[in-house]
């Protein structure tokens, strides 16, 4: 399976182009979220961006609703909804027209343009391509419990060593996330493909495809 950047992202469609181009592998990206957020931050246009507080940049189209919070660095773009209960970490970059649901958490994060966390997520330490959606309730597991590194494996059996010790997900631009599901630590999905509801995801999916359950993924006809 391909794992590389390009092959699972289109980087046209984030502000987080140029950290991703000179990554290999999108989850080389995590460790340096926060300080590219801080540096992009001083550059944004002042007649389109306010800076809500420190450290939090928000588009003017931002539609913010009541009751969240939102903790820096962090940039959000044009019209992107955060809805009441969002709980933003910090290290968090979301595009534009994007949804931030109600008792959603993010923590180090690259969110893409036109993406929906909307119901009781939690997203950390990973990155969402661009249309891509989860369902209610599912959420990515950033930290193994035995608190090792993480690796990702592979459809053939063999593994992929990533050096972190927190990596949540990768998914593909237009990936689907079914209802109260869990992405395991490193769990890559390629682009175009879907998860059944209720699923417990490991390890990286094929793009164009349905995960239906361990051991059984299917191509999308």
Known sequence: MELRTG??????????????????YPWQALPKIGEFILALGETLPKDEYEQAEE??????????YPNNYIAGPCIIGP???????????????????????????LKNVIIFDNVQVPHYNY??????????HMGAGSITSNVKQDKSLVTIALPDGGRVETSLK?????LGDNVEIGCNSVLNPGTVIGRGSRV??????????????????????????
């Open 166 to 170: 927190k990596f949540g997900a990768i």
């Open 79 to 105: 019209e992107t909804e955060v809805r009441p209960g969002a709980f933003i970490r910090g290290n968090a970059l979301v595009g534009a027209g994007c949804v931030v649901g109600n008792s959603t958490e």
């Open 55 to 64: 450290h939090v940049w928000l588009h003017k189209t931002v539609k913010r």
């Open 7 to 24: 092959k699972l992202l289109d980087l046209n469609h984030t502000a987080a182009a140029k950290l991703l181009e000179g990554c290999e």
């Open 196 to 221: 059944y509801p209720l699923s417990m995801v490991r390890g990286a999916v094929p793009e164009s495809s349905i995960y239906k359950r361990a051991g059984e993924i299917a191509g999308i006809r």
């Open 123 to 132: 997203v950390g330490d990973s990155i969402l391509g661009f249309k891509s």
